[in-house]
């Protein structure tokens, strides 16, 4: 008997510490009780293969891991280029079909839409105030992007690093999703939470990468390169609304090599190497696995066979997106109930960060 009430007692203290750490925490798994998850994506065009592959299927599996998955639409990003309002609105709800579509799941997840946060730019602010200037024209993305724009770029361009740092550390994000070109970035969000800590005292988690198992998609028409939405190219890249008949004619063209076989070797057969990981990531078979099926078929009628597993692995994701894009309120009471619960974890951290810097 008293065994027993020493054991309720302790349930009961372990609820009422977790209530005061926050609903998240009372509700999230024991092992992830210290974890949160964090990443963001731009709505700027309809998401493509490459970015199904590479981050939203990861999404989609670590929001069933985690306790604690926040998953921002980053349209303050999307504006470092210029942007068509009416256009901008309407990317912000497609992207956001497209997310649940693909699975993103908001009773498992919090998706929200980045600029209904306030703190979000308070506390981007902050942390701008605290890097040098050298740092931010040393990232190569920054280099990248102004070379190939032919100008000096706009401060917004420049700084959204350090609005990236601050989207993950508002919310004491222990870990971020993030691809390989990113990882530079995620350096520097390190540094920032390092930086904050040694001035303040030890405030900010310092998060670590979860570097997705898929690599970069490759452009379907140039293969030394990643697999992008502004490619002028318009056969460079599958989007995950395409019809089967674009899918097909994009495969169809996509460069490879003078050799018929099917292999793997990313170093000397690019192309066709692409075509294998996309094949193997879509199917979800190993890549030696895709090869030895694919014995005794020629290149051009590999082509049609990545082709066919594409299209059969949208086409129930493509039919949701539809469905969904018809309700436009659900889609609008998505965001702002995630919004919501968004600001309800950053508001108290931008505050504290308030009062550490010296605001009254």
Request: with cysteine; net charge positive.
């Amino acid at each position: 008997m008293a065994l027993h009430s020493m054991r309720k007692a302790r349930e009961c203290w372990n609820l009422i510490r977790a209530l005061h750490q926050g609903p998240e925490a009372a509700l999230a798994p024991q092992k992830d009780a210290v974890k949160r998850v964090f990443s963001g994506i731009q709505p700027t065009g309809i998401p493509h293969l490459g970015n199904y592959l590479g981050a939203i299927e990861s999404w989609v599996k670590l929001q069933d891991e985690h306790g604690s998955v926040l998953y921002s639409i980053a349209d303050l990003h999307s504006i470092t280029v210029p942007q068509d309002p009416a256009v901008l609105r309407q990317s912000i709800l497609d992207m956001t079909a497209v997310l649940l579509a693909c699975g993103i799941n908001p009773e498992k997840s919090i998706l929200f839409q980045q600029s209904q946060v306030s703190e979000h730019t308070q506390l981007s602010w902050i942390l701008t105030c605290m890097i040098r200037l050298p740092r931010l024209q040393h990232l190569h993305q920054w280099k990248a992007k102004t070379d190939k724009e032919k100008q000096d770029g706009t401060m917004g361009l420049l700084t959204y690093p350090v609005l990236q740092a601050a989207d993950i550390l508002l919310y004491k994000s222990t870990h971020v999703p993030v691809g390989e070109d990113q990882v530079q970035h995620m350096e520097l969000v390190q540094d920032l939470a390092q930086r904050f800590n040694k001035k303040y005292g030890e405030f900010f988690p310092v998060p670590k990468s979860i570097l997705t198992s898929m690599k970069k998609v490759k452009s379907l028409r140039d293969p030394s390169a990643k697999m992008s939405k502004s490619d002028p190219d318009k056969l460079a890249a599958v989007r995950i609304t395409d019809s089967p008949e674009e899918i097909v004619q994009k495969f169809r063209k996509a460069v490879t090599d003078f050799t018929s076989e099917v292999t793997y070797d990313p170093a000397r057969r690019g192309g066709v190497s692409n075509l294998v990981a996309i094949h193997a990531a879509v199917t979800g078979l190993p890549v030696e696995e895709v090869v030895r099926r694919s014995a005794g078929i020629n290149t051009a009628g590999y082509k049609l066979v990545v082709a066919e597993a594409v299209i059969e692995r949208f086409a129930p994701i493509k039919s949701e997106i539809e469905k969904l894009k018809r309700n436009k309120d659900h889609l609008e009471k998505v965001l702002q109930v995630g919004s919501a619960k968004a600001k309800e974890l950053a508001y108290p951290v931008c505050q504290e960060v308030k009062k550490l810097v010296g605001f009254l």
